[in-house]
């Protein structure tokens, strides 16, 4: 069975700071990983992807992730916390074959100026 | 602009009375799913769609139907609706299905309350 965990349901930094968004997964097979990001009123947009090429994985407005099988886990981090980075960010496991995507419950991030 | 369309945004209604949820994509998108998001729970899926005519249910899909007609196309029904789907909704759409590699491409969200 295929499962995700995110760590923290609420995580707040100031701006400028490092941002640190942890998750874990349980998965059968190799799996593909992803991080979306959901703004107020809005869908979610994907942030980047994990498919089994490179660990270290470049999403879009400076956020990047590591893929670490020993750990199981595929944190979601910035160098630079911005304001407009204050969003609910989910981790995302795709199983093999035709099967629902398994969600993680949420991280939602605060930035403080 | 490639989206994933879906109407309306928002609706309040009565327990028992039928609605539909539209969601059409314009990416020529094979797969598409119906999603609901409640607080604390993340999303969960209702049903999925692999191509026209084929559907399949999702992990929650007690109380509402979907069709796949058209391939752009993939409206929810809540036949006779109750206070406990009320939630957020999120169409999406990909090129491949669940199983891939391909992201989601996810509509706006569709916010019921029913009364």
């Known amino acids: 069975a295929q499962s995700v965990t995110q760590l923290d349901s609420h995580v707040s930094v100031s701006e400028g700071t490092p941002v640190l968004l942890r998750c874990n997964y349980s998965s059968s097979y190799s799996p593909s990983l992803f991080w979306y990001v959901q703004h107020p009123n809005k869908g979610l947009q994907l942030l980047l992807k994990?498919?089994?090429?490179?660990?270290l994985v470049k999403g879009i407005n400076g956020f990047e992730a590591e893929f670490k099988k020993s750990e199981t886990s595929f944190h979601l981090t910035k160098p630079s916390a911005h304001m407009s980075d204050a969003a609910e960010y989910f981790c995302?496991?795709?199983?093999?074959?035709?099967?629902?995507?398994?969600f993680g419950k949420g991280t939602r991030l605060s930035v403080i100026a | 602009e490639a989206q994933v369309t879906q109407n309306p945004r928002y609706l309040i209604t009565v327990t028992g009375k039928k609605l539909t949820v539209t969601c059409s994509q314009n990416?020529?998108?094979?797969?598409m799913s119906w999603y609901r998001q409640d607080p604390g729970l993340g999303l969960r899926q209702i049903y999925y769609?692999?191509?026209?005519?084929?559907?399949d249910k999702g992990d929650v899909p007690e109380g509402y139907k979907v069709s796949r007609k058209e391939k752009r196309n993939f409206p929810l029904i809540l036949e006779s609706p109750s206070p406990n789907q009320t939630s957020l909704y999120f169409c999406?759409?990909?090129?491949?299905?669940?199983?891939?590699?391909?992201?989601?491409?996810f509509g706006d969200g569709t916010r019921l309350s029913i009364l």
């Open positions: 990416m020529n998108h094979e797969y």
């Open positions: 999406a759409s990909s090129s491949q299905g669940e199983g891939s590699n391909q992201p989601q491409h």
């Open positions: 995302v496991v795709t199983p093999r074959g035709y099967t629902p995507l398994v």
């Open positions: 994990y498919t089994s090429a490179a660990t």
């Open positions: 769609s692999m191509n026209v005519e084929v559907t």
